[in-house]
């Protein structure tokens, strides 16, 4: 609602009760991922698709697609207080579906550097720290 609000003033539009739609008042998880350095190629890695899995008892790690994906604007960096790039990928994801046990998995283009060798991945899973989570 907060970023609606901002974008109605910039354009010094009024934004009122009225304007405030259904699905802006959903909470949701944004998750900002940025390029990371290719492990074994000189390019950078993109960010090729972003999902959540949470346990389930009867379908095992179910991925959950994001309720919607967009490329980062110039006020997610500046949001986020991260260095602006290019390739950067914002994916939304209902809070409902935020449980303990969730992980972000995010696929790459090329396989990206880890902390040592056998931490590079192409597919990489960060879990879900859902005590963070303001």
């Given at each position: ?9 910039k ?13 802006i ?35 095992g790690?179910?991925p ?5 994906t ?14 602006q790039g ?30 040592s ?18």
């Open positions: 609602m907060v970023l609606a609000a901002l974008a109605a003033q354009e010094r539009k009024s934004f009122g009760s009225a304007d405030v739609a259904p699905e008042l959903a909470p949701e998880l944004h998750v900002l991922v940025l390029p990371q350095t290719a492990a074994y190629d000189p390019v950078p890695a993109i960010v090729q698709a972003v999902t959540m899995t949470a346990w389930n008892a009867t379908a790690h179910a959950l697609q994001p309720l919607s967009s490329a980062a604007t110039k006020e997610h960096y500046v949001l986020y207080d991260v260095g290019n390739g950067a990928i914002v994916a939304s994801f209902p809070m409902t579906a935020v449980v303990a046990g969730s992980d972000i998995r995010v696929v790459f283009s090329h396989v990206i550097r880890g902390s060798a056998l931490t590079n991945c192409p597919e990489c899973a960060v879990p879900l720290g859902v005590t963070r989570i303001r």
